[in-house]
Every structure is written in C-alpha cells, then in structure tokens.
C-alpha cells in the first residue's frame, strides 16, 4: 500500500476482526486491498470466521482478481495447515486460479532461493503451491526504498500474468464462491458416505468373522 494502513502486530489470536478494504494508486494504476481476519483464532467460532471472511468478496465488485494467502516463512505448522483446511472450506475448486502463496521473512533465507528452500520442505506445503499454480514469492518485512518497490513490482507482475492465464474470467465472483462452497459440501458429504459404507462392510465382516469362528472348527476364512 506504501502505507501503514492496516493494523498489524505479533499476538497470539487475530488482529483483524473484521473485513478492511483500502485503496492506493502505484505507477498510475489503482489497486485495492481487503484484508480478512486471520484463519485461524481459537477465540472465534469457525462460522462466525467464514462468514465474516466471505464478506470480503461482495467489497471487490465485480470480483476479485488475486486471492492472496500469506503465511511466514519456516515450518509449515500443524495451525498453518489447519489454515489450509480452512481457505479450502471458503474458497474451493474455482479459487485456486485465483490464489498466490505469500511468504514474509524473506530475509530468513539469507540470500538462499525460494524455490530451493521449499523444495525441501513440508509435502502438505508442497501439494498447496502445486494447487495454486505454484504461484509463490516472499517479501522482506523490513524491506525500504527499492528493495521495497521491487517486491510490490513482483506481486504485481505475477496477478498480472495470473488475469491474462484468466482472460476467461479474469475476477473470482460471489456467484463462483457459492459455487465453490456448493461443491465442497457435495464432496464432503460424498466423503462421509463413502466412510460411512466402509465402515458398515468393515463391521459386517467382523461379525460374520467372529459368527463363523465359534460356530467351526477348524476356523478358515477366505
């Protein structure tokens, strides 16, 4: 934003409690932002945080271009993956050509390449770039001056070129989110079904076991 417009700060629940939206011009072009609540706060319902974050989408008419996640760099935690699960849940199938991974604490690489450090990383971390297109970059928190204007130039320059691979439908809308959220559910529910016949099979075979070994001898079972 070339700003301090959104509040940020380390604390162990989300800072954001609401949707904010801000705008800004860089280089003569006008770029707005919303940024969500965190994804994961043990201090607020899972629903209350979807609903909230959903929101998000009807600020941006006529959709958005660029969904982007942003983690720190480092070990993909067991609460960054239940984040994961989570952007799943909001934003499913359509999403993901939406989507870019923003990595902060570039400066923790020291100099070594994104692409290296990740390669020899978390598998769960790996499979959520590959779904994202393997769109990724990291920025420098402290970054100023032209170290700073380059990584905003970079982000910039990857949503371009993820709304031209989009020129079909370069904004991710409120009616492809519930579109999205439809299926999801359809896919858990065929989940469940499916687990659930698994299940009841496992069982019936345990109980035509155990039916057939006291009532044989010996006990062969095929």
């Given at each position: 934003m070339g700003d301090k417009r959104f509040k940020s700060a380390l604390s162990p629940s989300s800072v954001t409690a609401k949707c904010e939206k801000w705008d800004t011009d860089i280089n003569g072009r006008r770029i707005v932002v919303?940024?969500?609540?965190?994804?994961?706060?043990?201090?607020?319902p899972e629903d209350k945080s979807c609903k909230e974050i959903k929101t998000c989408v009807k600020y941006l008419y006529p959709g958005i271009h660029a969904i982007i996640q942003v983690m720190q760099l480092g070990r993909f935690s067991q609460e960054e993956k239940a984040v994961s699960q989570l952007i799943e849940k909001i934003f499913s199938l359509k999403a993901k050509a939406y989507m870019i991974i923003l990595f902060t604490r570039k400066d923790d690489l020291e100099g070594r390449p994104l692409r290296e450090f990740l390669l020899k990383g978390d598998a769960d971390l790996q499979?959520?770039?590959?779904?994202?297109?393997?769109?990724?970059?990291?920025f420098n928190n402290k970054a100023d001056g032209q170290e700073k204007d380059d990584q905003v130039a970079e982000l910039l320059e990857m949503i371009d070129q993820m709304v031209q691979r989009n020129t079909a439908a370069p904004n991710y809308t409120e009616d492809m989110l519930k579109k999205d959220q439809e299926a999801y559910e359809k896919m858990r529910r065929e989940i469940r079904e499916e687990l659930r016949g698994e299940i009841h099979a496992e069982l019936k075979k345990e109980m035509l076991e155990n039916l057939i070994c006291k009532n044989s001898s010996p006990c062969n079972i095929l």
């Open positions: 919303v940024d969500t609540p965190g994804f994961f706060d043990t201090n607020v499979k959520q770039i590959a779904q994202c297109g393997g769109r990724c970059l990291a």
